[in-house]
């Protein structure tokens, strides 16, 4: 049996750009997406701490090191530049190596640089 289990998450980001003309998708700068362990084209969970929308998209390499976090296409309609968002990746995990599965999550400040890098969600995520 396999289970869907958080891989990866950015948490609280600062979205830079919501450019409604553009085919689709979330960029993301390419140091983040390392950190976290994401790639190019993967299914992301977007949820948006201003409005409360949660929204799928997939993955566009951004710049390295300019920080963008930018929704394109219709997705631009669910947020605001400046609207705090949390970028979450899932993988099909094996029970047999539950035990060991590692998510990377990234805490985010309000320039987009990670200030810590975690291997478990906290217990509580206060920020």
Do not use: W
Request: hydrophobic share 45%; glycine share 6%.
């Amino acid at each position: 049996m396999f289970r869907t289990m958080m891989n990866g998450k950015i948490h609280r980001a600062r979205v830079t750009e919501a450019n409604l003309n553009y085919v689709g998708s979330i960029t993301i700068d390419e140091e983040i997406l390392e950190a976290v362990g994401m790639v190019p084209n993967e299914k992301v969970q977007i949820v948006n701490n201003h409005n409360g929308a949660r929204f799928e998209t997939y993955i566009i390499p951004g710049k390295r090191g300019s920080r963008v976090i930018c929704i394109n296409g219709a997705a631009a309609r669910l947020v605001q530049e400046g609207d705090v968002v949390i970028i979450i990746s899932y993988a099909l995990v094996a029970e047999d190596t539950l035990s060991t599965h590692q998510p990377k999550v990234a805490i985010m400040n309000e320039n987009n640089e990670i200030v810590e890098l975690l291997h478990a969600e906290p217990e509580k995520t206060i920020l």
